[in-house]
């Protein structure tokens, strides 16, 4: 097994077990037919909190096991042999049921390259063998674990990612089904955003989409979110206040309507609030362009933009030790650790980003490198400067 020594998932089992059962059954009640409903509790059984924290503990540790000297890169699937009367898929049947366990993922991991996924029995926790899932499209909605690299998962059910886990870190979401990059910049993006005021993952979501915004703009950015509505005037020299703000607040609240359900609304409906959501991101987005921070409510009520920042320097604890240079950087550290609970995100000109949050006094920067190794599709390279 690799020495590395990361924390499992255990904590966040109890919160994603009753998400995941709202997720459940937000589609079951849609179903009229009691035929179809049955159908569907055999296509996406549904895993109690014990076997959600089996099957988590199972991929995880197995993930940071070295099979042949190769990180282990494999998707666990929760179904039943059952299932494959509904829904035809290429499969293989090994020839008895092997109990799950880390060191089975890993020894099975060279040959579990996609499509191909490891079936896992959800009454018993067995490996009872692969399943293809080429074919499968959106007609198999059930849950999937899957490692991006060591340490590090996304766990989706009902055909979107419903959870990501980094290394100690977690969040809930509720978004489509994402390709291996997406999903590395968002667990990334997403651990280093503590929850409190930002507890929504749309919320959560919007944030990193005006972070690439600005990125995809060329220009540096800071975008803070404080825990209230009401901008404190005496740590802001000047800003540009707003009224109407492209119905930010407006269309993050319909779109996290849409979750975790889209597939059951019609599809000019979805289509329509998805283009309402991402021109309010954009539109928001080219604001920060204007020399100043761009400053949310929790809800992401839009409350000023090129807002210069004039708080008293902050003396306190800052983690990691040292400050990051560069005048946006520091203007944002000190107003964030002027204002609990408050968030920044910081884009530098380069492309790099960091998260400023305040926790209880201390004051916490996450540099997210290996969001900048993806490239300009994502977040561009460079020291975070600026």
């Given amino acids: 097994m690799s020495s590395v020594d990361l924390e499992p998932p255990d904590r966040f089992v109890p919160a994603l077990a009753k998400h995941l059962a709202a997720c459940h059954f937000s589609f079951i009640d849609k179903m009229t037919l009691a035929g179809m409903r049955a159908v569907m509790d055999e296509l996406a059984p549904l895993p109690s909190e014990e076997q959600l924290r089996r099957l988590m503990n199972a991929v995880f540790y197995g993930s940071i096991w070295r099979e042949e000297g190769r990180a282990v890169v494999v998707t666990v699937e929760l179904t039943t042999k059952r299932a494959l009367g509904f829904v035809h898929r290429p499969h293989l049947l090994l020839d008895k049921e092997r109990q799950l366990e880390p060191s089975l993922i890993a020894k099975l991991s060279p040959a579990l390259r996609p499509p191909l996924h490891l079936a ?3 009454a ?3 490996c009872w063998g692969m399943v293809d899932d080429s074919e499968a499209g959106l007609s198999d909605p059930s849950l999937r674990i899957r490692v991006i ?3 590090h998962f996304a766990l989706s059910y009902f055909w979107q990612t419903r959870f990501l886990y980094s290394a100690g870190s977690g969040v809930l979401t509720g978004f489509v089904d994402q390709p291996d990059a997406e999903l590395e910049r968002d667990l990334q993006f997403q651990s280093a955003l503590p ?6 993952a749309v919320t959560r979501w919007t944030l990193s989409s005006l972070a690439v915004e600005a990125v995809a703009s060329g220009h540096g950015a800071t975008f803070i979110v404080l825990p209230g509505a009401v901008v404190p005037s005496t740590q802001v020299e000047r ?3 707003v009224r109407e703000a492209f119905a930010l607040r407006e269309a993050v609240a319909a779109w996290d309507k849409v979750l975790p359900g889209p597939q059951l609304l019609p599809k000019p409906e979805v289509i329509k609030k998805e283009s309402a959501y991402r021109k309010a991101v954009k539109a928001v ?3 920060a362009g204007v020399d100043g921070a761009v400053l949310f409510s929790a809800e992401l009520q839009l409350l000023a933009f090129g807002a210069i920042l004039a708080s008293p320097s902050f003396t306190g ?3 990691p030790a040292g400050r990051p240079t560069g005048s946006r950087h520091n203007s944002a550290i ?3 650790g002027a204002n609990a609970g408050a968030v920044a995100v910081v884009v530098s000109q380069d492309g790099a980003v960091t998260v400023i949050a305040n926790s209880s006094g201390t004051v916490t920067c996450t540099r997210l490198d290996e969001i900048r190794s993806l490239g300009p599709t994502f977040f561009g390279g460079g020291a975070a400067t600026g």
């Fill in 120 to 122: 896992v029995d959800p």
């Fill in 124 to 126: 018993e926790l067995t």
């Fill in 149 to 151: 690299r060591p340490g």
């Fill in 195 to 200: 929850m409190g005021p930002i507890n929504s």
């Fill in 239 to 241: 800003s540009y206040s």
């Fill in 285 to 287: 987005g080219h604001l």
């Fill in 317 to 319: 604890t800052i983690e």
């Fill in 334 to 336: 000190n107003f964030v």
